[in-house]
Nanobody
Framework: QVQLVESGGGLVQAGEFLRLSCAAS????????MAWFRQAPGKERERVAA????????HYAASVKDRFSIFKDNTENTVYLQLNSLQPDDTAVYYC??????????????WGQGTQVTVSS
């Protein structure tokens, strides 16, 4: 079975940081691209970061560029999202996602259940 399990969310104050983790199983993690999405109440789901199969190419949404970093550890089957300089607008449920192929294009194959990030001012 495919399983993506996020962890690391929490409540922080503006300017602080969090590191989210996504442990993957049931997929060929080392051959697949991964991504992080987020969704706030009343807003569409937004892809904030993506990374190719080898962890050598990344993409970030403009809203998080230079603040967030995605990292893929193929020896651990885990993808991370480092969230720095958090602001209240970053408050959302963050979801881990797996793409079926080596790059972050097309439809997502699988989603995690999400982890809540709340940033207070």
């Amino acid at each position: 079975q495919v399983q993506l399990v996020e962890s690391g969310g929490g409540l922080v104050q503006a300017g602080e940081f969090l590191r989210l983790s996504c442990a993957a199983s049931g997929i060929i993690f080392s051959s697949q691209a991964m991504a992080w999405f987020r969704q706030a109440p009343g807003k569409e789901r937004e892809r904030v970061a993506a990374i190719n199969w080898a962890g050598t190419v990344t993409h970030y949404a403009a809203s998080v560029k230079d603040r967030f970093s995605i990292f893929k550890d193929n020896t651990e089957n885990t993808v991370y999202l480092q969230l720095n300089s958090l602001q209240p607008d970053d408050t959302a449920v963050y979801y881990c996602a797996a793409y079926p192929g080596p790059f972050y294009e097309g439809a997502v194959q699988a989603w995690g259940q999400g982890t809540q990030v709340t940033v207070s001012s």
